[in-house]
């Protein structure tokens, strides 16, 4: 038994742009039906009533539980996340001990003539007037920084960080000596704090074999990246070496 | 039929109102920024906070205009700052509405006595807080956001002190600027809801001051700061900023500026501290007794504020992943809650709860499908309730789109439609027991103390006779007893401008603050 819904006629009938949303939208609208249907009244006297009681979180389980009966694990956004759930998401390899970003679009070159091998690119938030070297160290978990914030964060560290929020990093930011961000653009929470305590950053950044513990130089001194470029898709991208 | 009829005229304005925040919704929301962490699940919280708004805010906003208008709010926001609400209070609602759409628990036709009423609450709050410029918005006004009147800015203005890069004052005041908008990230779950900048204002050649806002920072109505924020001695801080050779081209409905050139510390030659809340006479200056002073008073404060980022991180990155749900959701959810402690009606369970109809959708919450369905909704603007006709062309994108499902007209004689969502419904934490603790100007107050104080406090440049005179008529009567009395009153705490009254040009000030 299944009633039809205000929104079920729809001349320009369109779809979610992602088939999660819409294999989740689609199930939630299914069970409203199923749950109209069963009232059996009117659609004025369920929605501010019965309707509010009648789709449980129960229901809203076994939708998810359908999902990942196909097999379906779904990608990770906070570290709690895949931690408390590692049966429902993907694993990142938070805790590999060998990482590097190898992302596809990550521009690279045999070594220069002064032993500089390009591994990337990402946008400036800040032109500074002098490039900056120093040791990449991947931050990914709270683990890391809580052991930075225990133990102070190493000399001369460049920060490799997976996502451009301010909080992951916040008790230790100030101690890096830079930051390489492969999310966000130069007007996130993470450029933001990176401008207002002065240290080199490179926001969107696409990497390439670049390991922990490698010495590493940062172009900050190339053209900050403005709302302007973002808006005119103009790349201005500012390189990343690894030094010999 | 319900017995609540809407008129034509109501569902016009409704419908436009709706419409000013859907042009807005894809602008900020697609060009402005990327929200991302490690720690928070902030797409996940976001999508559950605007279920609770679409639940709870039309009775917490009738309880709060039962002891105050929307309007004398507005006037209250103008005198002491507010946190960011011009674009987050009308839009996390109908979110929330547009989700319940695309999920067919609503159709476009329901709570329509309750989404005008929300939005008219929304229209007359800001008319009142703009009311020195005249806009509904800050995009409205060009993405400025001028709203102080000349007696706030004048003692602005004369008090800051001149700082340059490398002295200790610029250090100092860098340094709080910094931790405190790192706290601030934190506290408000990855959002800048904590953060929000005022202006730009003119004060001279080449020279422009921004004034900005951090809110939030002591113990006061989030349950994470208890014992936190207990070192840091105001809960909410001003700081006043006068920048040279920079222009503040655009400043937004989240309190957020652009500049040309890109704004940087060696930009800032003007600096001063203040504090304000619903129980102050307006701005009350911080350590503004001398340079040195304030130096002392940044560098002590920031001192404060780091202490209470590595606890806070500490306490937060031991959260469960309900919690970190839990905590953003009610920290956007709650954008809007000064309201209730402006007119003295705020209470725990109202602000710091999940209703029950919210809390149902936990299970749908995992971090692919918030960041993908809140992407939908806001960034690509793709969801099947989203989609127009085919000639539209949307603002800033041209696609066939809208943000925000309007109400259909046919309403009007068809008579189906709903008013509303109904009572709120009891209410659920993941988070710890919200302690009875609030930091206010007048110390630390129960939380009856403080709706009790808040009940009876009416800063006095809110009453009458002083509460409607505005810049229009200051600029007839300025050599009244009356503007001489008002800006005074304004002056009280002024180390230059105490006493000065309401003749005084921005070169008169300038000259007094000994630039000439």
Not at chain 2, 124 to 143: D, M, P
Not at chain 2, 157 to 173: I, T
Not at chain 2, 188 to 213: F, I, Q
Not at chain 2, 368 to 396: A, C, K, W
Request: net charge negative; charged share 25%.
């Amino acid at each position: 038994m299944s009633a039809r819904l205000y929104t079920d006629t729809d001349k320009y009938a369109w779809q979610s742009e992602f088939p999660l949303v819409e294999a989740y939208n689609s199930a939630v609208k299914d069970l409203v039906r199923k749950r109209f249907a069963e009232f059996g009244g009117e659609w004025r006297d369920f929605v501010a009533g019965a309707g509010e009681t009648a789709i449980t979180k129960e229901d809203l389980l076994r939708i998810e539980q359908r999902v990942l009966d196909y097999g379906y694990r779904f990608e990770p956004s906070a570290i709690s996340s895949a931690a408390e759930r590692p049966q429902a998401y993907k694993d990142k390899g938070l805790n590999q001990a060998d990482f590097s970003f190898e992302h596809e679009q990550a521009p690279t070159a045999a070594p220069d003539a002064q032993g500089r091998e390009l591994r990337g690119a990402g946008d400036n938030v800040v032109t500074r007037t002098q490039t900056v070297v120093g040791i990449a160290r991947y931050v990914r978990t709270s683990d890391t920084v809580l052991k930075y914030l225990t133990e102070g964060v190493p000399a001369d560290t460049i920060a490799i960080v997976d996502d451009s929020g301010g909080t992951l990093t916040a008790p230790v930011l100030e101690q890096f000596k830079g930051v390489l961000c492969a999310g966000g653009t130069t007007r996130s929470h993470l450029a933001i704090l990176t401008r207002e305590y002065g240290i080199p950053c490179l926001m969107n950044v696409k990497l390439s074999g670049i390991k922990d513990g490698q010495r590493i130089e940062v172009e900050c001194t190339a053209r900050a990246k403005t709302g302007d470029d973002y808006a005119s898709g103009t790349e201005v991208p500012a390189r990343v070496w690894r030094l010999a | 039929m319900s017995d609540y009829k809407p008129t034509y005229a109501q569902l016009l304005e409704t419908n436009n109102l709706i419409q000013q925040n859907a042009d807005e919704v894809y602008w900020l929301c697609a060009t402005r920024t990327v929200q991302e962490s490690k720690i928070f699940p902030v797409s996940a919280y976001i999508l559950f906070s605007y279920l609770n708004c679409y639940y709870r805010y039309p009775e917490l906003l009738r309880k709060i205009e039962a002891q105050m208008s929307m309007e004398e709010i507005g006037d209250r926001a103008r005198n002491q700052g507010i946190k960011i609400v011009a674009w987050t209070f009308p839009c996390f609602y109908l979110l929330g509405r547009e989700m319940l759409i695309n999920w067919g628990l609503i159709e476009p036709t329901d709570a329509v006595e309750d989404v005008s009423y929300v939005l008219d609450c929304w229209k007359r709050f800001q008319l009142s807080w703009h009311r020195n410029n005249g806009n509904l918005t800050n995009r409205q006004a060009g993405h400025r956001a001028q709203v102080m009147p000349e007696q706030k800015l004048q003692v602005f203005h004369a008090d800051a002190f001149e700082c340059r890069e490398g002295d200790a004052l610029h250090k100092a005041a860098q340094g709080f600027l910094a931790a405190t908008a790192q706290y601030g990230f934190l506290v408000s779950c990855e959002s800048r809801l904590t953060l929000h900048n005022y202006g730009p204002y003119k004060v001279g050649d080449r020279r422009e001051m921004l004034v900005r806002d951090f809110r939030e920072l002591s113990e006061s109505d989030y349950p994470w700061l208890d014992g936190v924020g207990a070192d840091i001695p105001y809960n909410n801080l001003t700081v006043t900023m006068i920048v040279e050779g920079v222009h503040i081209n655009l400043l937004d409905d989240w309190g957020s500026f652009e500049s040309v050139p890109e704004l940087k510390a060696e930009h800032m030659v003007g600096v001063g501290l203040y504090t304000a809340d619903n129980l102050s006479e307006g701005h009350v200056p911080v350590g503004m007794g001398s340079a040195e002073e304030l130096t002392a008073t940044f560098n002590d404060l920031t001192s404060r504020i780091k202490h209470a980022t590595s606890l806070l991180w500490k306490t937060m990155a031991g959260w469960t992943r309900d919690q970190q749900l839990d905590a953003g959701a009610l920290t956007y959810f709650a954008v809007i809650k000064e309201f209730a402690h402006i007119a003295g009606c705020y209470e725990v369970d109202d602000w710091m709860k999940i209703d029950e109809r919210a809390e149902r959708f936990r299970p749908l919450l995992n971090d692919e499908y918030g960041n993908l369905f809140l992407g939908e909704l806001v960034g690509y603007i793709s969801s099947p309730s989203q989609r127009l006709h085919d000639y539209t062309m949307m603002q800033h994108n041209d696609n066939p789109t809208r943000s925000l499902s309007y109400f259909p007209y046919s309403m009007l004689t068809d008579g189906q439609y709903t008013r509303g969502v109904g009572p709120m419904r009891p209410g659920v934490s993941n988070l710890p027991d919200k302690q009875d603790r609030y930091r206010t100007s007048r110390g630390v107050l129960t939380l009856a103390e403080y709706n009790r104080l808040s009940r009876e406090f009416t800063p006095t440049l809110c009453q009458e006779p002083y509460r409607f005179l505005c810049a229009d008529w200051v600029k007839y009567h300025y050599d009244t007893p009356q503007a001489d009395t008002m800006f005074k009153l304004e002056q009280q705490h002024s180390r230059v401008l105490k006493d000065k009254g309401a003749g005084l040009r921005r070169e008169d000030v300038e000259a007094l603050r000994g630039r000439t």
